[in-house]
């Protein structure tokens, strides 16, 4: 009997463990967009390499060659875009193509309206691509993010402001 009542317990106390909102514990069903480039932004940051980075603004061009401080301000549009939130879980439609995973948003509210990850033979993301759009009577904005694994990130955005007009920028990051 009493053999009975500690593997109940010790049941319960496992299901109470499991169940908690410990994000370790929890699984995702989509891709980790927040762990992957957490993780990335740690690797680029202790490995410290030149960035040829170019931004645009409208016509106006600047470029550098420069090392990234702090890689994970650097990557914050990317790891935002993780669409692993619980209210979420059913807004958006999977497919699976080759070794190419492809989330499209069920809800044209969502800002996150599509996310294409191309996997190399190894199952690991070589290339991924995000689509941001939000708009309203006041605003309207397009945002395109590409990661190309230890190669390349750019940020594409539109933006278009009733009265302002229209204005268009692109950051792009060649990692040597």
């Known amino acids: 009997m009493k053999s009975r009542i500690a593997v109940s317990i010790c049941s319960l106390f496992l299901l109470a463990c499991t169940t908690t909102g410990n994000p370790a ?6 891709f980790d967009f927040d ?17 040829n980075k170019t931004a645009t603004t409208n016509s106006e061009t600047e470029s550098k060659r420069l090392q990234i401080d702090n890689w994970e301000k650097e990557l914050e549009l990317f790891w935002k875009a993780d669409i692993n939130k619980p209210a ?3 807004s958006y439609q999977i497919s699976l ?3 190419t995973i492809s989330y499209l948003a069920i809800d044209s ?20 691509y995000i689509l941001n759009e939000v708009s309203n009577k006041l605003y ?5 993010l590409d990661y190309f694994h230890d ?6 955005k539109t933006q278009k402001i009733l009265f302002l007009g229209e204005s268009n920028y692109l ?5 040597q």
């Open 109 to 128: 509210a969502l800002k996150t309206r599509k996310i294409t990850i191309e996997q190399d033979s190894n199952g690991k993301p070589s290339h991924i």
């Open 151 to 156: 190669s390349l990130y750019s940020i594409k």
């Open 88 to 90: 979420w879980k059913e």
């Open 35 to 51: 762990g992957f480039f957490k993780k990335q932004a740690v690797r680029l940051q202790s490995r410290n390499p030149l960035v």
């Open 25 to 30: 514990n929890s699984s995702k069903k989509y």
């Open 140 to 144: 309207s904005s397009i945002e395109e």
């Open 97 to 99: 193509i080759g070794s």
């Open 171 to 175: 950051i792009r990051g060649s990692i």
